[in-house]
């Protein structure tokens, strides 16, 4: 080798040697990053976008939209400051604004902008999601409910039941932070459909926390309750007999179990969270009746005496963020506390008009009832035991109701997949603090003049009292809710986040478990370790409607989707997932009726 030659050669060497070094550097200050700007985004965006609202079609921490080619400009385009939406409106002070109000403008800091600047001129990393963290095998979670399930009590045994986050934790795209969101969302759920008097927060079986061991009693529900439950469940399956380290734990944990053994090892939790907040699971747990007449009466609130003596306070709003019409609130004292029910219109007009008839709506007074409102249908939000909240929607008569009818209220945020306000989920998101603060205004301009009816008016529209129960009522809920959620939220970087600055976690969950579904995503849900075990080219998979997941359709149309329900939805007892698991070989589909299981 010539001098020249070795020279070249040994210089190639060391730029070699010195990238392999930079390299790992490199990576962390892409992680440094995109934590920093993750962590500005959190904290001053995600309220609007990404959470329970969704304005501009933002999603701040979901990359794919993020990064998605749009008419106009990206919202961030990488490396490129000025081709970014969102670098333009933070760096004109146009955002964010007011969570109050969503007009006001509240600039990012300095340094704040030099973050999000400093990001999208480095390429705009993603925050690392879960391709650090160890993979957990079905056997895995067998073992451990096998091991958890020896050690259980006789009396322990029929009331013991595991709800599973493996296949988010084993799914790359899913961050640490929505990790912990997930596990909170589980314990508000389970806690919000509680008939108990305690807040219960589940335990985990395993140092991953991914599988969560409750107990029934805790949240006074009966097994039957359980098992209609699972009626529902289109996820359910023993090992196939080709798998045969599964099999034996299953047959395992029967033995230990016994007749105890409804042969759902575990039921995955965000579906559970996703599903059991809406109608008519949610409705089960909690018991709610037909009629508001027989929620009152077992709550202890007699509406009617309220009326008539005036022992209530209420509040009226023009202008709602729920209805379309104007509004009125009254809050009556029930067992365990609060008691909120809402009074909505269709129209404005005649007895719908609150400025005029700002009474009602019946107060057994022929003179009052002169100036008594006619509704159209109502919220009812109550204290459940625990003190968290439970709701009921009606009609005008009364009747419970599963959605609220559109002419009359609307979910903006669409946490249902629709504007329609589902009762359960929609209310949980709404009332993500508590009761939502509102100024009453029917008590300043209303047009009654007769003195025994503006006494009346004077004596339930008071103002100042409505306002010490809001804010009662909220902080009495931001106690029980830190209680709940807080145990998985306030932990590391976030100890001293107040628990009102997240991210309300069942409508994160709900929004994310309906979401479109990917390669990764069903590898996951099934077990699998990567998306080549899923074999999207086999013939009877293709059957199965799998085939828009395969590679060649990466860069597909936006339309070319495959949909939560095309998986999920139960057709005689069974889903495509019933299917897809019979396929590969990972079981046999366990399909329910009337709470019993079949095979």
Same mark, same amino acid.
């Given at each position: 080798?010539?001098?020249?030659?070795?020279?070249?050669?040994?210089?190639?060497?060391?730029?070699?040697?010195?990238?392999?070094?930079?390299?790992?550097?490199?990576?962390?200050?892409?992680?440094?990053?995109?934590?920093?700007?993750?962590?500005?985004?959190?904290?001053?965006?995600?309220?609007?976008?990404?959470?329970?609202?969704?304005?501009?079609?933002?999603?701040?921490?979901?990359?794919?939209?993020?990064?998605?080619?749009?008419?106009?400009?990206?919202?961030?385009?990488?490396?490129?400051?000025?081709?970014?939406?969102?670098?333009?409106?933070?760096?004109?002070?146009?955002?964010?604004?007011?969570?109050?109000?969503?007009?006001?403008?509240?600039?990012?800091?300095?340094?704040?902008?030099?973050?999000?600047?400093?990001? @999208?001129?480095?390429?705009?990393?993603?925050?690392?999601?879960?391709?650090?963290? $160890?993979?957990?095998?079905?056997?895995?979670?067998?073992?451990?409910?096998?091991?958890?399930?020896?050690?259980?009590?006789?009396?322990?045994?029929?009331?013991?039941?595991?709800?599973?986050?493996?296949?988010?934790?084993?799914?790359?795209?899913?961050?640490?932070?929505?990790?912990?969101?997930?596990?909170?969302?589980?314990?508000?759920?389970? /806690?919000?459909?509680?008939?108990?008097?305690?807040?219960?927060?589940?335990?985990?079986?395993?140092?991953?926390?991914?599988?969560?061991?409750?107990?029934?009693?805790?949240?006074?529900?009966?097994? *039957?309750?359980?098992?209609?439950?699972?009626?529902?469940?289109?996820?359910?399956?023993?090992?196939?007999?080709?798998?045969? *380290?599964?099999?034996?734990?299953?047959?395992? @944990? $029967?033995?230990?179990?016994?007749?105890?053994?409804?042969?759902?090892?575990?039921?995955?939790?965000?579906?559970?969270?996703?599903?059991?907040?809406?109608?008519?699971?949610?409705?089960?747990?909690?018991?709610?009746?037909? /009629?508001?007449?027989?929620?009152?009466?077992?709550?202890?609130?007699?509406?009617?005496?309220?009326?008539?003596?005036?022992?209530?306070?209420?509040?009226?709003?023009?202008?709602?963020?729920?209805?379309?019409?104007?509004?009125?609130?009254?809050?009556?004292?029930?067992?365990?506390?609060?008691?909120?029910?809402?009074?909505?219109?269709?129209?404005?007009?005649?007895?719908?008009?609150?400025?005029?008839?700002?009474?009602?709506?019946?107060?057994?007074?022929?003179?009052?009832?002169?100036?008594?409102?006619?509704?159209?249908?109502?919220?009812?939000?109550?204290?459940?035991?625990?003190?968290?909240?439970?709701?009921?929607?009606?009609?005008?008569?009364?009747?419970?109701?599963?959605?609220?009818?559109?002419?009359?209220?609307?979910?903006?945020?669409?946490?249902?997949?629709?504007?329609?306000?589902?009762?359960?989920?929609?209310?949980?998101?709404?009332?993500?603090?508590?009761?939502?603060?509102?100024?009453?205004?029917?008590?300043?301009?209303?047009?009654?003049?007769?003195?025994?009816?503006?006494?009346?008016?004077?004596?339930?529209?008071?103002?100042?009292?409505?306002?010490?129960?809001?804010?009662?009522?909220?902080?009495?809920?931001?106690?029980?809710?830190?209680?709940?959620?807080?145990?998985?939220?306030?932990?590391?970087?976030?100890?001293?986040?107040?628990? $009102?600055?997240?991210?309300?976690?069942?409508?994160?969950?709900?929004?994310?478990?309906?979401?479109?579904?990917?390669?990764?995503?069903?590898?996951?849900?099934?077990?699998?370790?990567?998306?080549?075990?899923?074999?999207?080219?086999?013939?009877?998979?293709?059957?199965?409607?799998?085939?828009?997941?395969?590679? *060649?359709?990466?860069?597909?149309?936006?339309?070319?989707?495959?949909?939560?329900?095309?998986?999920?939805?139960?057709?005689?007892?069974?889903?495509?997932?019933?299917?897809?698991?019979?396929?590969?070989?990972?079981?046999?589909?366990?399909?329910?009726?009337?709470?019993?299981?079949?095979?």
């Amino acid at each position: 080798m010539s001098g020249f030659t070795h020279q070249v050669y040994c210089r190639l060497v060391l730029l070699g040697l010195a990238c392999l070094a930079a390299s790992p550097a490199v990576a962390e200050d892409d992680a440094e990053l995109a934590d920093a700007a993750f962590t500005v985004f959190k904290a001053r965006c995600y309220a609007c976008h990404g959470g329970e609202e969704t304005y501009s079609g933002l999603r701040i921490l979901d990359g794919d939209v993020l990064f998605a080619n749009r008419t106009g400009k990206a919202f961030v385009t990488k490396g490129d400051v000025e081709g970014s939406k969102i670098w333009e409106v933070i760096q004109d002070d146009n955002m964010p604004v007011s969570p109050d109000d969503y007009v006001t403008p509240v600039p990012l800091s300095e340094d704040e902008k030099a973050t999000i600047k400093k990001w @999208i001129e480095g390429g705009a990393p993603m925050p690392k999601g879960g391709s650090q963290r $160890e993979f957990i095998s079905r056997v895995q979670v067998l073992e451990w409910i096998d091991d958890d399930t020896r050690r259980l009590d006789r009396r322990d045994k029929p009331n013991r039941k595991y709800l599973s986050l493996v296949n988010l934790h084993n799914n790359p795209n899913v961050t640490n932070y929505n990790l912990r969101l997930y596990r909170a969302a589980l314990s508000k759920t389970l /806690n919000s459909l509680s008939l108990s008097d305690q807040i219960e927060v589940p335990e985990a079986i395993d140092e991953h926390e991914t599988v969560f061991r409750i107990d029934l009693d805790d949240y006074g529900w009966t097994v *039957e309750k359980w098992a209609t439950m699972l009626d529902n469940y289109p996820y359910g399956f023993s090992p196939d007999s080709r798998q045969d *380290e599964e099999l034996e734990l299953f047959r395992l @944990i $029967e033995q230990n179990l016994g007749a105890n053994f409804d042969r759902f090892p575990t039921v995955r939790a965000d579906w559970f969270i996703a599903r059991a907040t809406r109608p008519e699971i949610y409705h089960m747990f909690l018991d709610i009746p037909d /009629n508001v007449s027989d929620l009152e009466q077992r709550l202890g609130v007699d509406r009617e005496d309220d009326l008539e003596d005036g022992d209530f306070v209420r509040g009226g709003v023009l202008v709602s963020g729920i209805s379309s019409q104007n509004r009125i609130l009254d809050r009556h004292s029930s067992n365990f506390g609060s008691y909120w029910i809402s009074y909505d219109f269709s129209v404005e007009a005649g007895r719908g008009n609150i400025s005029r008839f700002p009474l009602g709506p019946d107060h057994n007074d022929d003179t009052l009832n002169r100036f008594a409102f006619k509704h159209d249908g109502g919220e009812i939000v109550f204290r459940l035991p625990n003190g968290l909240q439970g709701y009921m929607l009606t009609d005008g008569e009364g009747n419970r109701i599963d959605k609220g009818p559109t002419n009359i209220v609307a979910d903006n945020s669409r946490v249902s997949g629709t504007t329609e306000i589902i009762n359960g989920l929609s209310c949980i998101t709404c009332h993500k603090h508590g009761m939502k603060p509102f100024d009453d205004v029917v008590s300043f301009t209303h047009g009654v003049r007769d003195p025994d009816v503006v006494e009346m008016i004077e004596t339930i529209y008071d103002v100042d009292e409505i306002q010490k129960h809001l804010r009662r009522d909220q902080q009495e809920h931001l106690v029980l809710l830190k209680r709940t959620i807080g145990p998985f939220l306030q932990i590391e970087e976030d100890k001293d986040t107040p628990i $009102e600055k997240f991210p309300e976690p069942i409508s994160l969950v709900a929004r994310e478990y309906d979401q479109n579904m990917t390669a990764t995503e069903m590898a996951c849900e099934l077990g699998l370790k990567s998306t080549d075990e899923l074999r999207l080219n086999d013939p009877d998979l293709i059957d199965l409607g799998l085939g828009l997941l395969r590679d *060649e359709f990466k860069d597909r149309p936006a339309d070319l989707v495959y949909k939560r329900a095309m998986f999920d939805t139960l057709v005689d007892g069974q889903s495509v997932f019933h299917e897809v698991i019979r396929e590969l070989g990972i079981g046999v589909p366990i399909r329910r009726s009337g709470g019993l299981t079949s095979e």
